[in-house]
T-cell receptor, first 113, second 114 residues
Framework: EAQVTQNPRYLITVTGKKLTVTCSQN?????MSWYRQDPGLGLRQIYY???????DKGDVPEGYKVSRKEKRNFPLILESPSPNQTSLYFC????????????FGSGTRLTVV | GESVGLHLPTLSVQEGDNSIINCAYS??????FIWYKQESGKGPQFIID???NMDKRQGQRVTVLLNKTVKHLSLQIAATQPGDSAVYFC?????????????WGAGTKLIIKP
């Protein structure tokens, strides 16, 4: 089944403790992206990647890192999480074209206390 | 600034009636639009898309209409069912600074009344 898989689905952590949210897709998509979703603010892009070893900042990159060592994986790294990073996170992937929509993962609900 | 927006944050519809969700966009150069459905606790799910060289596209129980003159997009759901309860987002996909970015609306919550 074609899908984007995120792990974990739920995570509660403490301020300052490094964490990684994994994202993997099996559709051979070149483009991958991370979003956060907060009430009243909709979906905001954190980072994106056009292909292996090519990453760039989205609208809200502060406090996050990403890497794209393989085409299928695009982990999101929070080196020192803070409470304002409590949010619902989505990974998405797509072919490089304006004529394709994104496929989204099921989301990771992160709480930083 | 450029944006994709929705006219109504919440829409209540009687089960069995048709639903119409509206969306306005401001970038006349945009050429690809998508509707997503997001159920509680899940990621956005692709419903239907439309390219700017079309003014109507139909799927199963859903129709998207595009009016480029007034930069307006709508999603019509026929014979609304309880399973249609969700937040619906319109999105515009375009290239910005080499980023194939989705510009999202804030979403419309569709509530189905029994």
């Amino acid at each position: 089944e074609a899908q984007v898989t995120q792990n974990p689905r739920y995570l509660i952590t403490v301020t300052g403790k490094k964490l990684t949210v994994t994202c993997s897709q099996n559709m051979n998509h070149e483009y991958m992206s991370w979003y956060r979703q907060d009430p009243g603010l909709g979906l905001r892009q954190i980072y994106y990647s056009m292909n292996v070893e090519v990453t760039d900042k989205g609208d809200v990159p502060e406090g996050y890192k990403v890497s794209r060592k393989e085409k299928r994986n695009f982990p999101l790294i929070l080196e020192s999480p803070s409470p304002n990073q409590t949010s619902l996170y989505f990974c998405a992937s797509s072919f490089i074209s304006t004529n394709y929509g994104y496929t989204f993962g099921s989301g990771t609900r992160l709480t930083v206390v | 600034g450029e944006s994709v927006g929705l006219h109504l944050p919440t829409l209540s519809v009687q089960e069995g009636d048709n639903s119409i969700i509206n969306c306005a966009y401001s970038n006349s150069a945009s050429d690809y639009f998508i509707w997503y459905k997001q159920e509680s606790g899940k990621g956005p799910q692709f419903i239907i898309d439309i390219r700017s060289n079309m003014d109507k596209r139909q799927g199963q129980r859903v129709t998207v209409l595009l009016n480029k003159t007034v930069k307006h997009l709508s999603l019509q759901i026929a014979a609304t069912q309880p399973g249609d309860s969700a937040v619906y987002f319109c999105a515009e996909k375009r290239v910005m600074d080499s980023n194939y970015q989705l510009i999202w609306g804030a979403g419309t919550k569709l509530i189905i009344k029994p």
